[in-house]
């Protein structure tokens, strides 16, 4: 009874973190299809805090927040690297 209880308490604690985890990462994903890379940087920084916070609180098991920071961080990169690509001369 007492683990019931418990674990209720814990899961309406964790599910605001998880949320705001969820948030985050749309947030950013979301500036950096918008091509917004400035404000997508400032996001993504967001994001990686909220999933090292809810890795280190154990609401997040650590394997999956480190894959969520690195698909994140993989579209950041690329979304830098096309204009980049873009301004380049083709090979002629």
Known sequence: MKATRVASRRRDANKSTRSAVKTNITRAEKLIVDGDLAAAETAVKAAVVSLDKA??????????????????????????????????????
């Open 55 to 92: 890795a280190e609180k154990m609401i997040l098991h650590a394997n999956n927040a480190a894959r969520r920071k690195a698909r994140l961080m993989k579209k950041l990169n690329q979304a830098k690297a096309e204009p980049a690509a873009a301004t380049e001369k083709p090979a002629a």
